[in-house]
């Protein structure tokens, strides 16, 4: 993933969104607003989540105050029934916001995109040494695309009844449970396309060529492309082998002289098994369905049929 360019791009957006949406009387935007922003509800949820840890990274500064107990308990409930009460009153300028939906639209193409790298980007940075399993749920909240894999995960730390982890230790269960998972990737396209209806999404030009990375995973693209290459080449064989294969084509006077010879006079059983035969895909498979009537072999009637059957597969 060019992560310069995907930045430059979303930094576009934000600007251009913006700027629809502010003006002289319109200078602010509200929590409530904010969940209706975007009609990709990730880029909102995101747009809250930096909101929100912007806003504990403020509370963790303010406890670092020499002249108050921030550990008591009566404190403690004083700041989570403020934080409770400020949560419904978001209230957000232009050029702040702006930043925060820069950085959203960004996060949001990045996990549609390329999730194994995103959560390495934004989860497992080098820098953190420890996670907490808190923490990690408390991320996953605002995850509403490709979670399913970051759930199994987290579940599988749940097992071993500890509350931090170093990075290191726990990259391995990341990696199984984004490999085991890899076939459940939600559809980038419609993100992909809601997004660039503001302006046109540079695909080539942002998503590089992952395999060169020593931490390759498969993306949803490539997996997305591999399901399609699969599909054409699958349509592509049928079409070779229904193209290749003649229709069984029978003259009035074969229709009446096998409907009589050879179905009991019932045309009704007549079509019932050339629909059969239509669709044996091979002579083998045909056989065995002539094969089944018990015919005397020796019949001229039986043999012309068996010989316009098999031609269908030569």
């Known amino acids: ?79 989570q029934n403020l934080m409770n009460v400020l949560s419904n009153h978001i209230f957000v300028k232009r050029e702040a916001f702006e930043n925060l939906l820069s950085s959203s639209i960004e996060e949001t193409l990045y ?26 749920k408390e991320k996953a909240k605002y995850l509403k695309i490709n979670q399913l894999f970051f759930q199994h995960f987290i579940l599988k730390l749940e097992t071993y009844k500890l509350s931090v982890f170093h990075t290191t230790d726990i990259m391995g269960y990341f990696q199984d449970s984004y490999y085991k998972s890899s076939n459940t990737f939600d559809d980038f396209q419609p993100i992909v396309d809601a997004i660039a209806l503001t302006l046109p999404f540079p695909m080539e030009s942002i998503v590089s060529d992952l395999k060169k990375k020593d931490d ?50 019932n045309g009704e059983i007549l079509e019932h098994t050339l629909a059969r035969l239509e669709a044996a ?25 068996y010989e316009m059957v098999e031609a269908k597969f030569k």
């Open 281 to 305: 895909g091979s002579w083998s498979n045909a056989k065995n369905i002539l094969d089944f009537n018990k015919w005397d072999l020796d019949s001229e009637v039986v043999i012309e049929f």
């Open 216 to 265: 390759y995973a498969p993306t949803p693209l490539e997996v997305h492309q591999k399901q399609m290459a699969s599909r054409l080449i699958s349509e592509n064989t049928l079409g070779q082998n229904a193209a290749a294969m003649k229709p069984l084509k029978l003259g009035l006077n074969q229709r009446i002289m096998f409907t009589k010879e050879l179905f009991k006079g």
């Open 111 to 136: 996990l549609a995109l390329s999730p194994y790298h995103y959560f390495k980007l934004y989860f497992f940075t080098p820098e953190i040494q420890k996670i907490s399993l808190h923490d990690l």
């Open 1 to 79: 993933m060019n992560k310069q360019a995907l930045e430059n791009y979303a930094r576009q957006v934000a600007r251009k969104l913006c700027s629809d949406f502010f003006n002289l009387q319109k200078l602010n935007i509200s929590g409530t607003e904010i969940l209706k922003f975007s009609p990709v509800a990730q880029v909102n949820y995101f747009i809250l989540k930096n909101i929100f840890f912007i806003w504990k990274g403020e509370i963790s500064l303010l406890k670092q105050s020499s002249y108050f107990n921030y550990d008591d308990i009566e404190v403690q409930d004083a700041i």
